[in-house]
């Protein structure tokens, strides 16, 4: 297949000189099978070296290329030019995150709200000199959200976080589910108390973008609402 010419409208922002975000367009000649990750690293080998992203697997399973692309959050390494439907893309940062330069947005925030609903095993015997084994049928509730790659894309396509910067989020929320979830794990009130104030489960408006964007199919949506209940029973003294 021939090289198609597209235009690729990328959002530029460097806070040492730009007093705000501006666009920029180069047009790459695109090949059958090209990503929107590989059109960045020819823009930035071929046009423009300033140009800066973050990228590292280019599998999709590192969630590191989140970026918005053509006004929907995805990984750049598995969207396909060709599979856009348009001759002009645009890309831009993942919103609801500080951007650092161009498409480079700060995950600081992000990994601290992460840290916060303390996402490690906390079981209540002594550890076993073997692994701690769990029954199939026990692990599958927690099993979807050990998928999370914390690319922070259903952070991005979460409205709450624009009126709310405090609030937990999708991908801490979910990840607060997976332990909650988990039936080696014995910190179930404290981790509650975790969640259980403004900025946690309760601020969640419940519309399942996060649900629909992640490409790891992990369900934040689901997990919060088992949560919200958990929280609701226990208040009742259910």
């Excluded at 645009?90 to 919103?95: D, E, I, K, Q, S």
């Excluded at 599958?140 to 009126?163: D, F, K, M, Q, W």
């Excluded at 104030?197 to 992640?214: F, I, L, M, Q, Y």
Aim: proline share 9%; glycine share 8%.
């Amino acid at each position: 297949m021939e090289p198609t010419a597209f235009t690729f409208a990328i959002e530029r922002y460097d806070p040492e000189s730009d007093e705000s975000p501006r666009v920029q367009h180069y047009e790459v000649e695109v090949t059958d099978g090209m990503t929107v990750l590989e059109a960045l690293l020819r823009i930035q080998a071929e046009l423009d070296g300033s140009l800066a992203f973050r990228y590292a697997c280019r599998g999709a399973v590192c969630g590191s290329c989140a970026m918005l692309i053509n006004g929907e959050v995805a990984l750049a390494c598995r969207t396909q030019v060709n599979g856009l439907w348009t001759d002009v893309i645009t890309v831009g940062p993942v919103p609801n995150q500080p951007v650092l330069k161009d498409l480079v947005v700060d995950m600081g925030p992000f990994f601290e709200k992460d840290l916060a609903v303390e996402p490690w095993l906390q079981p209540a015997d002594p550890a076993p000199e073997g692994e701690r084994l769990v029954r199939p049928a026990e692990w599958a509730e927690a099993e979807p959200y050990t998928n999370c790659i914390l690319c922070a894309s259903c952070h991005g396509v979460c409205p709450v976080p624009a009126r709310d910067p405090e609030y937990l989020g999708p991908a801490a929320l979910a990840k607060h589910y997976r332990f909650l979830a988990d039936p080696r794990d014995a910190a179930d009130d404290e981790r509650l108390t975790l969640v259980g104030g403004e900025h946690g489960v309760s601020a969640c408006d419940t519309v399942w973008k996060c649900v629909r964007v992640c490409p790891k199919g992990v369900p934040p949506t689901k997990g919060i609402l088992v949560t919200r209940e958990r929280l609701s029973s226990e208040g009742d003294g259910t």
